[in-house]
């Protein structure tokens, strides 16, 4: 899967994400929806979605920046005394 296929599904499956929230909260709301309902919908969709991505974002960069220092050699190693 190329790279731009990738990020088209990613965009698709958030954008259904989202959509799906949106309509769960209207849902859960009493049915005549005034303006003020659509309004807390989408904030509460936009809310969930953000920590969401600050979630993935932080483990992402968290599990990358420990994913290669167990392969690694240390830096500076200790010199050995020969007597």
């Avoid at 904030?43 to 420990?66: E, W």
């Amino acid at each position: 899967m190329t790279g731009g296929t990738r990020n088209a599904i990613l965009l698709a499956g958030g954008a259904l994400a989202f959509a799906g929230l949106v309509e769960l909260a209207l849902g859960i709301l009493p049915a005549p929806h005034q303006p003020f309902h659509y309004l807390l919908a989408g904030t509460l969709a936009t809310a969930v979605t953000l920590a969401t991505l600050l979630t993935l974002t932080s483990l992402r960069r968290a599990i990358g920046k420990n994913a290669g220092a167990a392969g690694r050699r240390p830096a500076l190693r200790a010199k050995s005394s020969r007597l």
